[in-house]
């Protein structure tokens, strides 16, 4: 005897017709009973087997069972059972299949998380481990492929959330409400094939969603319940009936604007230098329903968890499983595939000035979170060995050349888009930060310490700020430093003291931002804008500037920073700012206002769609209207 789980009251009615194979059905209802652990009942439907099934079934109790005397098809079974389900959602799973324990979870998230989801299906592989299907295409003739067919499920392509044409009923999760209204599985298709596809059509028609989730995966004997040269001819006819049908519908799909989002590597936050910004772009992209493809061209390494949240989001993450995807091998692959390539650090612009080749209609937006020209301009300065004006402009124009060959450039700030103005023919437009403000609750005196944020790499910005800091400018004052981020600076390791607490990467800087009462931002050179001082800023604790800072944000002295002009002015600035009350929430509420005018999120996912529609349009689109998302 076997024992199924019983529940009053299901999530979810797993709905499998029995055609013989009954050693096929007791693997896959094992595999049910082994991992499936959330609320659900069995419903099987045997549809007049007769190698032993219906004796079988009289040893399982739980379950739902209906016997049939003559055989009603998958759509006929399907439906029976659908009828006498209790679940809010039907999971239709054909009997040669066997579940794991991420199969329903994984299908249930993204269901109940999305209102305009109708269907969701998985992925279905062979038991040699090789793929049959993540999602289906339909093609305007009617016939069916399974994307991915006879490749390795691990690929990057393959593992992502995306919109399919259709799902294999093999693996099929629908609300029961929706797929009573829609009139279920059509009988014409008697007895089997299409019916999923007929199914999801009627589905789109309805203005909601098939979606394909990576997540959720089953093992599947292909054909194991029929014969494969009677399945062959079923759906040669089949294809006939849903081409009568659905035609038009099939031939003209609504087409998403497609972007290759292309950067040096996964945009982790803890990486710093821009990667937050990339990460903020991707998300605002996916939002907007843009189909987003990242591209990481110099480190292609499955950082986690990053690269499985945006495939979640639904971004297709390219990242290496046999070998680095090198860039044009991988965009000839895709001729003519994508509207739009955007792309960030000059270094890369020459790399991927190639996808003209494949798509000469293809538009190329260049994001410059930065002109690096700038910082070495101003580390020469640092190091006591300024550059003479022409090898600054030298250095100016050979990067900001290198747009030459893009449609549009994306600058940080107004004072490095005039110097894109001034230096190419160009399209600039500005597209800084977006962050919400949210204030620590800490007051004042619930504070101590001054807090550095960042990234810390050998020989770059963060690293000089500090061992300046350390060296000129704590000796003369009476607080602790905390030094939070991503090091990899020994010579910052050496600063550690009972004055200077080094603490690391740590996963969340919400208790940093609410127990230190002041931020310091003491670099000497950088380029672009910092990030940082919006994130300290959008979170309540108020800022210390150098004088570069200040002249890069466009900062307010004593509105919205206080700015160091000089070593002197930075040590008397730090002690008015830890020391003043007043000042110090004069400071906040102005930062914190800063923030709210310059980088709402309205603004900022606006000037993306507008920029996009710029290049490929001509024109700009407003999507937010009377201040409502």
């Not at 379950?63 to 006498?84: D, P």
């Not at 094939?193 to 004997?221: A, F, R, T």
């Not at 990467?505 to 127990?515: A, G, H, Q, R, S």
Request: proline letters at 4%.
């Amino acid at each position: 005897m076997i024992f199924t789980k019983h529940n009053n009251h299901p999530v979810v009615s797993i709905i499998i017709l029995l055609y013989n194979q009954l050693d096929k059905t007791k693997k896959c209802l094992q595999s049910i009973l082994d991992t499936v652990d959330i609320e659900y009942e069995l419903i099987l439907i045997n549809n007049n087997s007769v190698d032993g099934t219906k004796q079988f079934l009289n040893n399982i109790y739980g379950a739902k069972k209906v016997n049939n005397q003559t055989n009603l098809g998958f759509g006929g079974g399907c439906n029976q059972g659908a009828k006498i389900a209790s679940g809010k959602y039907l999971l239709f799973l054909n009997n040669d299949t066997e579940v794991n324990k991420d199969t329903v979870p994984a299908l249930l998230k993204i269901i109940e998380n999305k209102d305009d989801i109708g269907v969701v299906g998985g992925k279905i592989v062979f038991p040699d481990g090789t793929l049959q299907e993540a999602g289906n295409k339909i093609f305007p003739n009617g016939s069916c492929k399974g994307y991915g067919r006879l490749e390795s499920p691990e690929k990057p392509e393959y593992n992502y959330l995306r919109e399919v044409d259709f799902v294999s009923g093999a693996l099929l999760l629908t609300p029961k409400e929706l797929f009573i209204k829609l009139d279920m599985f059509d009988k014409a298709y008697y007895p089997a094939y299409y019916e999923d596809v007929d199914y999801c059509m009627k589905v789109i028609d309805s203005g909601l969603k098939v979606y394909y989730q990576p997540e959720s995966y089953i093992i599947h004997h292909e054909h194991g319940s029929s014969n494969k040269e009677k399945a062959q001819k079923l759906m040669i006819r089949n294809r006939d009936i849903l081409l009568s049908k659905w035609k038009r519908k099939i031939s003209y799909p609504n087409k998403k604007l497609r972007i290759l989002f292309v950067e040096d590597n996964m945009p982790c936050l803890h990486f710093g230098s821009g990667f937050p910004r990339a990460n903020n772009i991707l998300n605002r992209l996916l939002e907007l329903g843009y189909d987003v493809t990242f591209f990481p061209i110099s480190d292609q390494t499955k950082y986690q968890p990053i690269t499985s949240e945006f495939q979640q989001k639904g971004a297709e993450m390219i990242y290496a499983t046999d070998g680095i995807r090198h860039f044009e091998e991988f965009i000839s692959r895709r001729a003519n595939y994508y509207d739009v390539l955007l792309v960030s650090r000059p270094h890369n612009i020459s790399k991927v000035a190639v996808a003209k080749k494949y798509g000469p209609n293809i538009k190329i937006i260049y994001d410059a979170e930065a002109i690096f020209a700038m910082r070495q301009i101003e580390m020469a300065k640092v190091l006591g060995k300024p550059l003479s004006r022409k090898k600054e402009k030298i250095l100016i124009e050979e990067e900001t050349k290198l747009t030459n060959g893009v449609d549009l450039v994306l600058s940080v700030s107004k004072n490095e888009a005039n110097i894109f103005f001034e230096n190419t023919t160009k399209d600039v437009e500005v597209l800084g930060f977006e962050l919400e403000p949210k204030p620590t609750p800490n007051r004042f005196n619930n504070r101590k310490g001054l807090l550095f944020v960042g990234t810390i790499r050998p020989n770059e910005p963060n690293e000089d700020s500090l061992l300046y800091f350390a060296k000129e400018i704590m000796p003369k004052l009476d607080y602790d430093l905390y030094i939070v981020g991503n090091n990899m600076s020994q010579k910052v390791f050496d600063l550690a003291s009972d004055k200077i607490k080094v603490i690391g990467k740590v996963d969340n800087l919400e208790y940093w931002y609410n127990t230190c009462r002041v931020f310091i931002i003491p670099t000497r050179f950088a380029a672009g804008i910092p990030y940082k001082y919006y994130e300290a800023s959008a979170c309540g604790i108020p800022s210390v500037v150098s004088c570069l800072i200040g002249k890069q944000l466009s900062g307010l002295e004593s509105i919205d920073m206080l700015i160091g002009k000089d070593c002197n002015d930075f040590i008397e600035k730090t002690k008015q700012l830890y020391r003043s009350e007043t000042l110090w929430n004069t400071i906040r509420n102005g930062a914190i206002k800063k923030i709210h005018n310059e980088c709402s999120h309205k603004n900022y996912v606006n000037k993306i769609s507008q920029s996009i529609n710029k290049v490929l349009f001509c024109e700009t689109e407003i999507i937010f209207e009377n201040n409502e998302l």
